[in-house]
Structures are given as C-alpha cells and as structure tokens.
C-alpha cells in the first residue's frame, strides 16, 4: 500500500484537532454535568464542532497554500469539491455515532468527562476510516 502525503498530512490534521477537541469537549462536558443528558449531549457536539473546524481550516489552509498556488484554478475546484464531500460523509457518520453513544454514556451515568471522551473517540476513528476510504475511493489523493 502506498503512503500519500497529502492524505497523511490531513489525517494528522485530524489527529491534532481531535486531541484539542475532545479535551475541551470533555471539559464542556463535566461543567455541564448538572443539565438534562441531551441539553450536555447537543451542547458539547456544538462546542467540539467549533473548536474542531476552526483548527482544521487553519491548518488546511497553512498545509495547502503553496500547493495550491502552483495548480491550475480547475483542479483546486474539483479537489476542494471530493474533500468537501468526503468531510460531509464523514461528518454523517460522526453524528450518526456520536450523539447517541454520548447521550447513552451519560444516560447510564458514565462521568461527563469519561463519556464524551469515549464516544468522541469511537466516533473519530469512525469519521477518519469513512474519510480515507472515500477519499481513496474518489481518487482526492
């Protein structure tokens, strides 16, 4: 199997903000530990969200700025047009894992904290797999 560095680099990218997400989110998580399952579940689902995104697309855009410097107006269109869709799979199965089995984890009343943790964490590795493979499958990289 042969390594490509760009689906590497975004796949480190993901790792990072994961890290940075998911430890605020475990921190929104407990602090909001007081408020109805769903009320904590949607809540911290919105603040990893923000925190996510706001990372990725700075770091996307300091991987890519060279790159994209130097290619051809069209293929930029159609590679952005295959990332953006791949992330919205990915973003689908994300939702699809991670709300219930945070909303479950607090319902049985794992600690705020524990349970976003655990459910950010299968529902990352899930987001990444649906990710690479579509963006393997579209031939993005």
Same mark, same amino acid.
């Given at each position: 199997? &042969? ?19 998911? %430890?605020? %989110?475990?921190? %929104?998580?407990?602090l909001l530990g007081d408020y109805e399952n769903y009320f904590n579940t949607t809540v911290t689902i919105v603040i990893g969200y923000i925190v996510y995104f #706001? $990372?990725?697309?700075?770091?996307? !855009? ?5 790159? !994209? &410097? @130097?290619?051809? +107006?069209?293929?930029?269109?159609? *590679?952005?047009? @295959?990332? $953006? %869709? +791949? ?8 939702? =699809?894992?991670?709300?219930? #089995?945070? !909303?479950?984890?607090? *319902?049985? *009343?794992?600690?705020? !904290?524990?349970? +976003?943790?655990? @459910? ?8 990444? =797999? @649906? ?5 393997? &499958? #579209? &031939? #993005?990289?």
């Amino acid at each position: 199997m &042969k390594l490509n560095p760009q689906l590497l680099q975004i796949n480190r990218n993901f790792l990072i903000c994961f890290v940075i997400s998911a %430890s605020l %989110s475990a921190v %929104s998580a407990q602090l909001l530990g007081d408020y109805e399952n769903y009320f904590n579940t949607t809540v911290t689902i919105v603040i990893g969200y923000i925190v996510y995104f #706001t $990372i990725f697309s700075g770091l996307f !855009y300091l991987d890519n700025k060279e790159r !994209y &410097k @130097s290619m051809k +107006s069209k293929l930029i269109r159609k *590679e952005l047009l @295959s990332l $953006i %869709s +791949s992330f919205g799979l990915g973003e689908i199965v994300y939702l =699809i894992i991670r709300w219930p #089995t945070l !909303y479950y984890f607090l *319902e049985i *009343e794992i600690e705020p !904290y524990l349970a +976003s943790l655990t @459910s950010e964490i299968i529902a990352t590795v899930c987001y990444m =797999i @649906s990710v690479t493979i579509f963006l393997r &499958k #579209t &031939k #993005t990289f």
